[in-house]
């Protein structure tokens, strides 16, 4: 079976620092990887895709890919109080989904 | 902005009944999926579907499941049978293109599926 994990637990972090999210994947032959974010009761919201090894940078956000690795990851910066949610990271030809990191920014 | 439109947004049901979730993906995507999350729990992967058949299916898509595109813009999910445990938020995606170069897949608002 071809899994996404994302292994870390709830993470907490101050108003101001940097988040950072960890994901791997089992599929090599996979290309393109995704990362959502979920507020409790509502559906996935895409923030961000990635499809080449490297950085990809979008405002806060930067995705990380290491394919030879079959790692991503996502960093938020200058983190706020309302990027609390669950991250999940999505990838592979049949779009699976990790179990998600529940982040919390205090202020 | 294009959107997935996903209804009911709950639905109750009985025990042994079956239920259609309906779903209009976005109109210009060729690929679409369903998921489960069971309350607290992750993202399941149950099916996705192209060119009017099943593309990959999840060990959780047994035969109580299945999936049509009645028309050119619905998207149902079929489950019979329903058991206390299949209560959960289904989620309809869809995605411009899939396989291993897929683009990204948006969500609908789910529907939440309660068995008593």
């Known amino acids: 079976q071809k899994e996404v994990e994302q292994n870390s637990g709830p993470l907490s972090v101050p108003e101001g620092a940097i988040a950072s999210l960890n994901c791997t994947y089992s599929?090599?032959?996979?290309?393109?990887f995704f990362w959502y974010r979920q507020y409790s009761g509502k559906s996935p919201e895409l923030i961000m895709s990635i499809y080449s090894n490297g950085d990809k940078e979008d405002g806060r956000f930067t995705a990380q890919l290491n394919k030879a690795s079959q790692y991503v990851s996502l960093l938020i910066r200058d983190s706020q109080p309302s990027d609390s949610a669950t991250y999940l990271c999505a990838g592979g030809k049949d779009m699976r989904f990790g179990a998600g990191t529940r982040l919390t920014v205090k202020p | 902005e294009p959107e997935v439109t996903q209804t009911p947004s709950h639905q109750v049901t009985q025990m042994g009944q079956e239920v259609i979730l309906r779903c209009v993906p976005i109109s210009n995507h060729l690929y679409f999926y369903w998921y489960r999350q069971i309350l607290g729990q992750k993202v399941e992967f149950l099916v996705s579907f192209y060119n009017n058949e099943i593309s990959e299916k999840s060990e959780i898509f047994d035969d109580q499941f299945s999936v049509e595109r009645p028309d050119g813009s619905n998207f149902t999910l079929k489950i019979r049978s329903t058991k206390l445990e299949d209560s959960a938020m289904y989620f309809c995606?869809?995605?411009?293109?899939?396989?291993?170069?897929?683009?990204?897949?948006?969500f609908g608002q789910g529907t939440r599926l309660t068995v008593v």
């Open positions: 995606a869809s995605s411009e293109y899939g396989g291993l170069w897929n683009t990204e897949a948006f």
């Open positions: 599929d090599r032959g996979s290309q393109s």
